[in-house]
């Protein structure tokens, strides 16, 4: 039980334009779902917190504008990152809450060229 | 504000124990997790401890927390080359609240 999908699993675009990441809790409903950024060799950044139905809270320093949120069911959340540029290239991972626990998605290799 | 910090890295041989430790500022923690990442991948949750208990065995893993100190490790057991990745600890105070994470200890586990 307890698993969360992330699709794509890996993504190449051109600078300019818009990448669309799911975040699906396939076997619960979740409706908080967490969104993370790891640059390499770091550690996790808390980039948003999605609850469905409403706005995502954003930390600070993330831009909301770039980085859209929604999370309009209780099984999937979406980060869409818009005009996206090489710095954007990243590992985004995406966790849902089930009770106390946060489950991780596999990640999405982001590869902004 | 909130501070996990971790050792960067550790190298064990293959049988022996390995003990990854973990440090934590913040009092009011209530829930303290392991992951595990393995390279190119997500976080995979090892275990947890609630902030009231003092120890967790789970199969070859074992959490001690020490509140005072606030001072968390995770001790493997008869550690195998499959348990070469980056352990993250991570801590909440509370459910449905953002985890925090420390940067991760690369362990290494060599035959």
């Known amino acids: 039980g307890a698993v969360v999908s992330q699709h794509p699993s890996w993504v190449i675009c051109k600078s300019g334009t818009s990448v669309k990441i799911e975040c699906r809790s396939l076997d619960f409903q979740a409706t908080t779902m967490f969104w993370y950024r790891q640059f390499p060799k770091q550690s996790l950044m808390l980039m948003a917190t999605?609850?469905?139905?409403?706005?995502?809270?954003?930390e600070q320093g993330v831009e909301k504008d770039k980085f859209l949120i929604n999370h309009a069911s209780l099984t999937l959340s979406t980060l869409t990152v818009t005009s996206a540029h090489p710095e954007d290239s990243s590992f985004y991972i995406c966790s849902a809450l089930q009770a106390d626990t946060q489950y991780f998605g596999p990640g999405t290799r982001l590869t902004v060229l | 504000g909130e501070d996990v910090e971790q050792s960067l890295f550790l190298s064990v041989r293959e049988g022996d124990s390995s003990v990854i430790n973990c440090t934590y500022t913040d009092s009011s923690s209530t829930y303290l997790y392991w992951y595990k990442q393995e390279p190119g991948a997500g976080l995979q949750l090892l275990t947890y401890?609630?902030?009231?208990?003092d120890m967790k065995q789970d199969q070859r893993l074992t959490v001690l927390l020490n509140k005072k100190d606030k001072h968390l490790s995770l001790r493997i057991a008869d550690t195998q080359t499959g348990d070469s990745a980056i352990y993250f600890c991570?801590?909440?105070?509370?459910?449905?609240?953002?985890?925090?994470f420390g940067g991760g200890t690369r362990l290494m586990v060599k035959p």
């Open positions: 999605s609850n469905e139905g409403s706005k995502a809270t954003y």
């Open positions: 401890i609630f902030s009231n208990m």
């Open positions: 991570a801590e909440t105070l509370g459910a449905g609240n953002m985890l925090t």
